[in-house]
């Protein structure tokens, strides 16, 4: 694979359904050289978890005016046109801008290739194949860790450590496949839900990251949750 998109994104969780996107950057590799770079973050019009900030160092003041992802998003999509893509742990990158693409009514569908997955078959020795630890291994600078560009750059940098080192006898490792993912359905907020949390926010004065009638059933039962064991019932 010669030509093809290098990416990481940075997010507020692990859920591409309940978490947001804070930044995202790439690569663009056309006969094995960078031509191209895509470097943004992103305001992800909610509290970022202070182990988040801890990890990756974007603060709300950072991305406080930023523009949101229903802005980043067309960019990004448009500069990944007609490549393929490549990323450390691919599918859960891809779930987040395939879950987001789908909201703003976008098509986001690649063949993929996962540096984690090569490792894990060629490096079985190693005790960790986290991107950090494989570059350790390959010497490659990762002093801007959980970055979304260095995190990308980086990526692609050891692709082409796995590919010289283990390309002639692994060649099946190194073709790209079509990432069957797809987001899980979720239900609409209940009445129910809907008047018991409108009740709680009212006693407590809460205020949500959504409008009540935006959360699916499963956000509102967990908003529903933190709010009794913050603050108690609405009775």
């Known amino acids: 694979m010669k030509n093809f998109v290098a990416f990481d994104i940075e997010t507020t969780g692990i859920s591409p359904m309940d978490s947001r996107i804070t930044e995202i950057g ?7 050289n960078v031509v191209d770079e895509f470097n943004q973050l992103i305001n992800p019009e909610i509290s970022i978890p202070d182990n988040i900030v801890s990890l990756t160092g974007i603060t709300d003041e950072l991305v406080k005016d ?15 046109k ?16 395939k879950t987001y693409a789908l909201k703003l009514n976008m098509t986001f569908e690649k063949n993929a290739l996962d540096t984690l997955t090569i490792s894990r078959m060629v490096l079985k020795d190693l005790p960790s194949r986290r991107l950090g630890c494989l ?48 987001p899980k359905k979720t239900s609409a907020i209940t009445y129910k839900q809907k008047a018991y949390l409108a009740a709680l926010i009212r006693k407590h ?10 959360l699916s059933k499963s956000e509102a039962s967990r908003a529903i949750d933190n709010i009794i064991n913050t603050y108690g019932r609405a009775k």
């Open 205 to 214: 004065n809460v205020v949500l990251d959504k409008q009540i009638d935006e």
């Open 26 to 32: 790439a690569v663009k590799i056309v006969d094995g």
């Open 135 to 182: 570059c350790d291994y390959y010497r490659i600078d990762y002093l801007n860790g959980h970055r979304a560009f260095n995190d990308a750059y980086a990526t692609y940098q050891l692709y082409n450590q796995l590919k010289t080192d283990f390309y002639e006898e692994n060649k099946e490792l190194f073709i790209p496949k079509p990432i069957l993912w797809k």
């Open 82 to 97: 007609g490549f393929d893509i490549l990323g450390h742990n691919i599918k859960f990158d891809f779930s987040f801008i």
């Open 66 to 80: 930023e523009p949101t992802i229903n802005f980043v998003l067309p960019d990004f999509i448009d500069f990944c």
